[in-house]
Structure formats: structure tokens, C-alpha cells
């Protein structure tokens, strides 16, 4: 299944790419929101397209570089399997300079749901895996496998926000006693030994919000954002803008307050006073779009 760029129209109107200019999208996936941005900037500038995750970004590259195989035109496309929180030192080991505008979206996609086999859904059956990067070592079932009872409350608090994480921890230290849990739907069935019934009412499906924690620690997901925004003043030009979208409140508490701090110090302005959602048209095509929030700043 293709992965539906998020809030497409505003990125661009918040990006602003033009021909000439050299833009990075921190989080290219399979391209939905860099297909779009390139067609705006050709013929002419310079594209940095990174992702962690390496199966995504070696399909995403070939499709893209046959799509945008433009005679005698002048750009560059540079693709990078890294973190985007190590731009600033892509930047200089590639001699890149600072660029003109910067996209990060969030999270994780339809195409990692679909064809990972990581165990990113408790929809599906698959390992307890949950890394973007393959090569990183941490997985989901270490955490879920040896952490104490203690961390494992935290993670799922901190990371989930969930209520009844003492409870969830308590028993998977139970159920691992009795066998390693080492797949998705093993987790799920433990979640809903844990919770009550009348979990929120069935609102939310019992597993999401200890999904969420264990993706968002496995990945240092808050520490990344964190490491990113820091370093904006050495990834962008006076000019330059970030469009940041975020898919649950941690996250965008992270972005609004470093935002509302880089404003106070007069580094930047705030190109967007409150967060950019969907349209309710847009909810109805793609629900995933339903909690993405914008954010956008222009260095000064
Ligand atoms: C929501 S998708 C991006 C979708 C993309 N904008 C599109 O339109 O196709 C998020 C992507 O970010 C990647 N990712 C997550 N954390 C990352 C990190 N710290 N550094 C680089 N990529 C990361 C994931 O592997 C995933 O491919």
C-alpha cells in the first residue's frame, strides 16, 4: 500500500521549495511529500533525502531517480540511510552547506505497517521488533524480555501516557515467566489480561498507547526530535524553514515549547501560530491524518 503524504498541500505552502534551493526531508519513507517537493523545485537545486529505514529508502531511491531523470538538468539528489538527528553532520562530511528549508514527518508508515515485519501494528502478527534502523541492536523484546517491572512501568507512563501501566508491567512480568513473549499478538493478549473490560471505554484498541511507548523508546524517538531542533541553526540559512508534523502530544509538546523558545531569543519566526491539522475532507481519504499536527518556523 502506498503511503498518502500527510497534510501535502500546506507542507508545500510552509516549505515554499523553488527551483535553486537545496532542501531536506529528514524522513522520506517512499517519497510522498518529496515527490511533490522535487516537482516544485526542478529543474535546477540540490535535495537531501534521509530515512533510517534502509529497505524503504533503497526502493524509494530508484523509483524517485527514474522518476526525475531530467536531461541536462542541474540538480542533486543525495540519499542517506542514517538518523536525521546526525544532519548537521551529514552537512559537512558532504560538504552540503546550509539549506533552505527542512521537512520532518514523524513516525512511522502504511509501508512499514504493511511490509516490515517488525511488529509496528498489533494488528498483525509478526516479531516484537520495532526498529526503523535494522542494524540497531535494541529490540522490542528485549524491553518486553528483561527489563524489570519498574522500567517497564516508566516506558509504558512515559512514552504511552497509559494509565494502567503498572498493571500491564506486572503481568507481562508474569507471562514472561511462563514463556518469553516474543511476538505481537502475545503482547496483545498479555495488554488485555492486564487492563479492565471497559478499557476507555472501547474508544482506543488496549494495546495502542503500550505499542506507542515501546516504538517510541526502542527508537529514542523524543531523544531524536530533541537533538534535531537544537541543531537547526547549523542545518538552515537565515531564510531557511522547518516544517515539523508530529502524530501524538509528546511530541508536539517538544516542538511548540522549542519553537516558543527560539522565537524568545528572536532567532526565528513562527510561521505558524497554532498547529496546522487536517481538513475534515482530508480525515475522511486518509484517518491517519486525523491527529497529525504542523508546525513551521523561518530562521531570522
Ligand atoms: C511518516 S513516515 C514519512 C512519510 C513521508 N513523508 C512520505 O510522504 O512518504 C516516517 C519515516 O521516518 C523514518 N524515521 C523515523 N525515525 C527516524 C529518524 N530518527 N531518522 C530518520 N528517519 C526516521 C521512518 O523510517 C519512516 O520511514
Redesign the pocket.
Given at each position: 500500500m502506498a503511503?498518502t503524504?500527510?497534510l501535502l498541500k500546506e507542507v508545500l505552502e510552509y516549505l515554499d521549495p523553488k527551483p535553486g534551493q537545496f532542501i531536506i526531508?529528514?524522513?522520506?519513507?517512499?517519497?510522498?511529500?518529496?515527490t511533490a517537493i522535487l516537482k516544485k523545485m526542478m529543474p535546477s537545486g540540490k535535495y537531501l533525502a534521509?530515512?533510517?529505514?534502509e529497505n524503504?529508502l533503497e526502493n524509494t531511491k530508484s523509483e524517485i531517480n527514474s522518476k526525475f531523470q531530467i536531461p541536462n538538468s542541474t540538480f542533486e539528489i543525495v540519499w542517506q540511510n542514517?538518523?536525521?538527528?546526525n544532519i548537521p553532520e551529514i552537512l559537512k562530511r558532504k560538504e552540503m552547506g546550509k539549506a533552505d528549508g527542512l521537512?520532518v514527518?514523524?513516525?512511522?508508515?502504511s509501508?512499514?505497517i504493511e511490509n516490515s515485519n517488525r511488529g509496528f501494528s498489533f494488528q498483525k502478527n509478526e516479531p516484537l521488533d520495532m526498529r526503523?534502523d535494522i542494524v540497531q541492536k535494541l529490540m522490542a523484546h528485549d524491553v518486553v524480555n528483561k527489563y524489570s517491572e519498574k522500567e517497564l512501568a516508566d516506558i509504558i507512563w512515559k512514552f504511552g501516557e497509559e494509565r494502567f501501566s503498572r498493571r500491564i508491567a506486572k503481568k507481562i512480568i508474569e507471562e514472561r515467566a511462563k514463556e518469553p513473549i516474543v511476538n505481537t499478538f502475545q503482547l496483545v493478549e498479555v495488554i488485555k489480561m492486564a487492563v479492565p473490560r471497559s478499557y476507555e471505554k472501547g474508544r482506543i484498541h488496549p494495546a495502542t498507547r503500550t505499542f506507542q511507548a515501546l516504538r517510541i523508546f526502542v527508537?529514542d524517538?523524543l531523544g531524536?526530535l530533541e537533538k534535531l531542533l537544537k541543531n537547526l541553526d547549523f542545518i538552515l540559512n537565515r531564510d531557511g524553514r522547518a516544517v515539523i508534523i508530529s502524530f501524538h502530544s509528546l511530541e508536539d509538546r517538544i516542538v511548540k515549547n522549542y519553537f516558543k523558545e527560539m522565537k524568545q531569543s528572536k532567532k526565528v519566526e513562527l510561521l505558524t501560530k497554532k498547529p496546522i491539522t487536517a481538513t475534515e475532507e482530508e480525515i475522511r481519504l486518509n484517518p491517519r491524518s486525523r491527529s497529525a499536527k504542523l508546525r513551521a518556523i523561518k530562521i531570522i
Amino acid at each position: 500500500m502506498a503511503h498518502t503524504p500527510v497534510l501535502l498541500k500546506e507542507v508545500l505552502e510552509y516549505l515554499d521549495p523553488k527551483p535553486g534551493q537545496f532542501i531536506i526531508d529528514g524522513t522520506v519513507n517512499r517519497g510522498g511529500h518529496t515527490t511533490a517537493i522535487l516537482k516544485k523545485m526542478m529543474p535546477s537545486g540540490k535535495y537531501l533525502a534521509v530515512d533510517l529505514d534502509e529497505n524503504i529508502l533503497e526502493n524509494t531511491k530508484s523509483e524517485i531517480n527514474s522518476k526525475f531523470q531530467i536531461p541536462n538538468s542541474t540538480f542533486e539528489i543525495v540519499w542517506q540511510n542514517d538518523n536525521y538527528a546526525n544532519i548537521p553532520e551529514i552537512l559537512k562530511r558532504k560538504e552540503m552547506g546550509k539549506a533552505d528549508g527542512l521537512l520532518v514527518d514523524l513516525g512511522f508508515s502504511s509501508a512499514q505497517i504493511e511490509n516490515s515485519n517488525r511488529g509496528f501494528s498489533f494488528q498483525k502478527n509478526e516479531p516484537l521488533d520495532m526498529r526503523y534502523d535494522i542494524v540497531q541492536k535494541l529490540m522490542a523484546h528485549d524491553v518486553v524480555n528483561k527489563y524489570s517491572e519498574k522500567e517497564l512501568a516508566d516506558i509504558i507512563w512515559k512514552f504511552g501516557e497509559e494509565r494502567f501501566s503498572r498493571r500491564i508491567a506486572k503481568k507481562i512480568i508474569e507471562e514472561r515467566a511462563k514463556e518469553p513473549i516474543v511476538n505481537t499478538f502475545q503482547l496483545v493478549e498479555v495488554i488485555k489480561m492486564a487492563v479492565p473490560r471497559s478499557y476507555e471505554k472501547g474508544r482506543i484498541h488496549p494495546a495502542t498507547r503500550t505499542f506507542q511507548a515501546l516504538r517510541i523508546f526502542v527508537n529514542d524517538e523524543l531523544g531524536n526530535l530533541e537533538k534535531l531542533l537544537k541543531n537547526l541553526d547549523f542545518i538552515l540559512n537565515r531564510d531557511g524553514r522547518a516544517v515539523i508534523i508530529s502524530f501524538h502530544s509528546l511530541e508536539d509538546r517538544i516542538v511548540k515549547n522549542y519553537f516558543k523558545e527560539m522565537k524568545q531569543s528572536k532567532k526565528v519566526e513562527l510561521l505558524t501560530k497554532k498547529p496546522i491539522t487536517a481538513t475534515e475532507e482530508e480525515i475522511r481519504l486518509n484517518p491517519r491524518s486525523r491527529s497529525a499536527k504542523l508546525r513551521a518556523i523561518k530562521i531570522i
